[in-house]
């Protein structure tokens, strides 16, 4: 006996938030990996050592480094999200002499928490939380295991609440 026409449209519509969920980690990876101007991405986090090399500061915008040259300098999710950055960081960037980026945090700004809950639209993930929708990386959703609609405390600019991106400081 074949399922009815409502159970097979909710079933396709899962299929379909899935490979839109797939795809948009999977675009994710590739910037982290070839970054989106197709430069190869070796990162490292910072070093004790000296390393030699170009280096860049910039303002990270939720999901790269906006360099003062205004290049954008792609900033690996899964980086951005363990180390919760927030818009409107100060980064510092060194290219190494052997291609290689180390990016290093060096003023933060100063943070909020706000609590929200996690919704998808279009393929990516935002936290709705005080009548604002704060785009998120896909790599936190992963990282804290968090499905549409759980609750989440993010991180926001203290003096720009109205950004567009948050970081995911937990999952509740």
């Given amino acids: 006996m074949s399922e009815l026409p409502e159970k097979q449209a909710k079933r396709l519509h899962a299929l379909i938030q899935e490979a839109e969920t797939n795809l948009a980690a999977a675009k994710e990876l590739l910037i982290s990996i070839i970054g989106d ?15 030699g090399g170009k280096v860049v500061e910039g303002i990270f915008d939720g999901q790269k480094m906006a360099g003062p040259d205004g290049k954008e300098y792609p900033i690996p999710a899964n980086y951005a999200s363990k180390s919760k950055l927030v818009e ?8 190494a002499d ?16 706000v609590i929200g809950t996690l919704v998808l639209h279009d393929g990516a993930y935002y936290v709705e939380a005080n009548g604002h929708e704060y785009r ?21 600019p203290a003096e720009n609440p109205e950004a567009t991106w948050a970081a995911v400081e937990a999952a509740l």
Wanted: overall charge negative; proline content about 3%.
């Fill in 37 to 51: 101007d197709g430069t190869v991405i070796t990162p490292r986090s910072g070093t004790n050592e000296e390393v």
């Fill in 88 to 95: 409107g960081d100060i980064l510092k960037l060194t290219i």
């Fill in 98 to 113: 052997d291609g290689s980026f180390i990016y290093k945090q060096i003023n933060p700004v100063e943070r909020h928490q």
């Fill in 136 to 156: 998120i990386l896909l790599a936190s959703v992963t990282y804290f295991r968090i499905n549409v609609g759980d609750q989440v405390t993010i991180i926001v």
